[in-house]
């Protein structure tokens, strides 16, 4: 950066570009850090993207990790990559003596006695933690409107969702609030929100990523991954995180593959044409076939190929995610955290009234969902169904990739929609997932990325979903689209959303 | 199809008496109607078996059954609402004989 640059500038560069030049001390940790701080608390008021700023906490943590930049310059042992870079986690990955509520009253207060490995793996790369990023309430929704706090802004226009469930995740990565950021994917909460703001979402490969102190929606489908301003950014906060850890029996050694200077030629591209029909956005529909004609220029080849199964995916997805929600979200009952209900006159209607109280109405639905597929005389027509049905979606994707090293898709069927727009009416809420939950029923990798506008100014990103383990070769497929889509360094126009939102 | 909200919510450990059930009974019925397609989700193939066997293959990997130190009993005890003598205080489940 050049010294007469702003310090605005250090929260527009991306995360890797501020660890270069706190490497090179041509700024401090202090300093970048005071930038986002500003930032955030002049802008925040709009967007809405945190639920808690540790303002004080982080700037001591700055001066640390300057320390540890000074010893590094001085001939002392290497910083570590991320060393002195701000960075933001979501509300439901768990953070020691740092309020953790996934944007729920039943976890109001909340302070856990130990860190998420995701952030252990974090903070030992030296990044300096802001705050807790708003999200729907416990991970579910497609919005953000669902939080108990407050809804998240879109950062492009204010009058718009920013998607979610990791919608504080995407605003902060794309507003400029934190160098990076990470969320959690069930059925696309990191891909979604990344596509309507703008920025790079990864949902790993399942098991890739211990899920140790993410607070459990659904087991077999949550995964955590970056939000970040660029493809190399994704790739190396992947990198981060990726690796077993004994506290998450699932989680597996295969260590991410570097692919920056991979390109993309040879490459077979599937364009499953399920999601190019009349129902997808025009814009959107033109997007993927320009991404087709870029990845062809630099040598992949790009076909239209069939997906089998859509149908069940978004009916598997909302039986198989609610059955396990219903299962993990019995712990909150009022005894070890969260809240506890004024009055009850039994132990029994202590659990049930804390509940009542605590959750939301759409974690409610959900819990209610869950326990009606599971329950005697349902659970082999509804939940015994969606698991064949994840089988014939598993086995599908197995078929296609046999052809095909990647896919090409929209993340979602159009661009962020108005706050208010569809949340009365879930099922068409849920149906906004309908690109996205494929991957994860299968447990496969899927990351969107930047590329292009609407009319309306609004972000387009799209979906590369691979094999499982595939990431370096989706991060290879992300950089040919990034290179040629010039949405790297656009930034939105804060101060033009505040206006919106104050005429809203 | 109708659904018995207050055996539902009592399966669910919610408030049977809860005022928006009224509005999820209503969201619950058109969700499960839109789910009800899988209800024609054909069988497994054998092919489709031997995969899911294989995508679970070295799921599982636990740890050596040992003692280790874990939390701190009192870190975790002020997490809860409340507490008494180093454990949880919840009210009283059974009282003369009778579980309430």
Not at chain 1, 385 to 397: P, V
Request: aromatic letters at 6%; proline letters at 5%; a negative charge.
């Amino acid at each position: 950066m050049n010294r007469s640059e702003g310090p605005e500038d250090l929260c527009r560069i991306d995360a890797l570009a501020l660890a270069g030049l706190l490497k090179l001390r041509e700024v401090s940790s202090v300093e970048a850090t005071r930038a986002f701080l500003d930032r955030i608390a002049r802008y925040d008021g709009t967007v809405g993207a945190f639920l808690h700023v540790r303002t004080e906490d982080a700037l001591k943590d700055a001066e640390s990790a300057q320390r540890t930049l000074d010893a590094a310059a001085s001939g002392g042992p290497e910083a570590p990559a991320f060393c002195g870079v701000p960075v933001a986690l979501k509300d439901n990955l768990s953070t020691k003596g740092i309020p953790t509520t996934c944007a729920s009253k039943m976890l109001e207060g909340y302070l856990p006695p130990y860190d998420a490995t995701a952030v252990e793996r974090v903070k030992a790369s030296g990044a300096v933690v802001l705050g807790k990023l708003n999200m729907d309430e416990f991970a579910m929704g497609s919005s953000n409107e669902n939080s108990s706090v407050k809804p998240v802004r879109n950062p492009w226009d204010a009058t718009r969702v920013p998607g979610g469930s990791s919608g504080g995740s995407a605003a902060a990565a794309a507003a400029g609030f934190a160098a990076f950021t990470l969320g959690s994917d069930t059925g696309g909460s990191i891909r979604l929100p990344a596509a309507f703001c703008g920025v790079v979402g990864l949902k790993p490969t399942y098991r890739s990523v211990s899920r140790y102190g993410l607070v459990a929606f659904s087991s077999s489908l949550d995964q955590i991954g970056p939000l970040t301003r660029s493809v190399a950014d994704a790739e190396s906060v992947f990198g981060l995180l990726a690796g077993r850890d004994p506290h998450d029996a699932t989680s597996v050694d295969r260590p991410a593959t570097a692919s920056a200077t991979r390109g993309v030629k040879g490459l077979r591209v599937g364009i499953p044409r399920e999601f190019l029909t009349d129902a997808v956005q025009p814009e959107v529909r033109d997007t993927v076939r320009r991404a087709a004609a870029w990845l062809s220029a630099e040598g992949a080849t790009c076909v239209e190929c069939a997906l089998p199964a859509v149908d069940y995916w978004i009916p598997a997805y909302y039986v198989v995610s609610s059955a396990e929600a219903s299962s993990n979200l019995a712990r909150f009952d009022g005894v070890r955290y969260g809240h506890r209900a004024g009055t009850y006159d039994s132990i029994a209607s202590m659990y049930s009234r804390s509940r009542s109280e605590g959750f939301g109405a759409e974690v409610k639905r959900r819990i209610l969902l869950g326990t009606f597929v599971l329950s005697a005389g349902y659970h082999d027509a509804y939940y015994g169904s969606a698991q064949k049905a994840r089988a014939h979606i598993r086995a599908g994707f197995e078929g296609v990739f046999r052809d095909h090293d990647v896919l090409l898709s929209p993340v979602a069927p159009q661009t962020a929609f108005r706050l208010g727009e569809k949340s009365g009416d879930p099922l068409q809420m849920y149906l906004q997932d309908i690109c996205t939950v494929g991957a994860s029923l299968a447990g496969i990798p899927a990351l969107s990325v930047p590329a292009g506008f609407d009319g309306e100014g609004l972000p387009i990103g799209l979906q590369l979903t691979g094999p499982a383990f595939s990431e370096n070769v989706l991060f290879a497929a992300a950089g040919c689209i990034e290179r040629s889509a010039g949405c790297l360094g656009r930034f939105p126009d804060l101060d033009r959303a505040v206006a919106s939102a104050k005429g809203a | 199809m109708e659904f018995d909200m207050a055996h539902l919510a009592r399966l669910s450990r919610l408030d049977p008496h809860d005022p928006a059930l009224k509005d999820l009974s209503e969201d619950l019925k058109s969700i499960v109607g839109f789910v009800g397609t899988l209800t024609s989700v054909p069988d497994r193939t054998s092919e489709e078996v031997a995969l899911e066997a294989a995508s679970g293959a070295g799921l599982g990997l636990l740890r050596e059954d040992v003692s280790r130190p874990s939390f701190d009993r009192a870190s975790l005890l002020a997490a809860s609402p409340t507490n008494e003598d180093g454990c949880y205080a919840v009210p009283v489940a059974i009282e003369k004989g009778v579980a309430k």
